[in-house]
């Protein structure tokens, strides 16, 4: 079997804090896992007259998201900042 190249994978546990994923981090899958308190997940993105809404996560759900290949994720925001959330992404 022959792979094209290398895929970095990122890790963190979110504690209280607050990420924000940008195109400039080239991520296009997201996974997320709440682990105690209360944490969401939303985007900037509008479709037509419709804002984005914070969506919860539940505990020990995992969710993931992901994009096109050739488009990275944007402005996509995992708020933990009353909770403990996992987070993997590629």
Same mark, same amino acid.
């Given at each position: ?8 994978? &990122? =890790?963190? @546990?979110? *504690? !209280?804090? =607050?990420?924000?994923? !940008? $195109?400039? &981090? +080239? *991520? @296009?899958?997201? /996974?997320?896992?709440?682990?105690? +308190?209360? /944490?969401?997940? @939303?985007?900037?993105? %509008?479709?037509?007259?419709? *804002? #984005? ?12 998201? %992901? #994009?096109? =290949? %050739?488009?990275?994720?944007? $402005?996509?925001?995992?708020? /933990? %900042?009353?909770? @403990? *959330?996992?987070?993997? /992404?590629?």
């Amino acid at each position: 079997m022959s792979f094209a190249g290398k895929q970095a994978i &990122f =890790t963190r @546990t979110l *504690v !209280n804090e =607050t990420l924000t994923i !940008n $195109e400039n &981090f +080239g *991520v @296009t899958v997201v /996974a997320m896992k709440l682990l105690s +308190g209360t /944490a969401t997940y @939303t985007s900037t993105k %509008s479709l037509g007259g419709f *804002v #984005s809404q914070p969506i919860n996560l539940n505990i020990n759900e995992g969710v993931t998201v %992901s #994009s096109d =290949t %050739s488009r990275y994720i944007d $402005e996509f925001i995992i708020d /933990a %900042s009353a909770g @403990t *959330v996992e987070v993997i /992404a590629r």
